[in-house]
Nanobody, 124 residues
Framework: QVELVESGGGLVQSGGSLRLSCAAS????????MAWFRQAPGKEREFVAA????????YYLDSVKGRFTISRDNAKNTVYLQMNSLKPEDTAVYSC?????????????????WGQGIQVTVSL
């Protein structure tokens, strides 16, 4: 069992930055592929970014490429999402997820554990 806890969300103006963190319990964090998803009001959950076990490979939603960066620190059992040049359309609840398979994917069904989610609001 893995528990995931997100932090770092909040309200920011358009063009601003936030860094989300997701702290994982357990001793085998480095075995999991990790990802961030988001869900805006009235919309389906959407893949944002994923990272492989070592952190050497990353994968992004096209609309966040060049603005968002996913990274991980396996010594700290933490995955991060650095979000720059934020836009109002980035407003959503952001959740981190872990895949036991170790394979990263844009499909939510590939992930076994989920955090509770954290609100990110970008104002005009």
């Amino acid at each position: 069992q893995v528990e995931l806890v997100e932090s770092g969300g909040g309200l920011v103006q358009s063009g601003g930055s936030l860094r989300l963190s997701c702290a994982a319990s357990g001793r085998i964090f480095s075995m999991y592929a990790m990802a961030w998803f988001r869900q805006a009001p009235g919309k389906e959950r959407e893949f944002v970014a994923a990272i492989n076990r070592s952190g050497g490979y990353t994968y992004y939603l096209d609309s966040v490429k060049g603005r968002f960066t996913i990274s991980r620190d396996n010594a700290k059992n933490t995955v991060y999402l650095q979000m720059n040049s934020l836009k109002p359309e980035d407003t959503a609840v952001y959740s981190c997820a872990a895949a036991r398979s170790g394979s990263y994917s844009r499909r939510s069904g590939a992930y076994d554990y989920w955090g509770q989610g954290i609100q990110v609001t970008v104002s005009l």
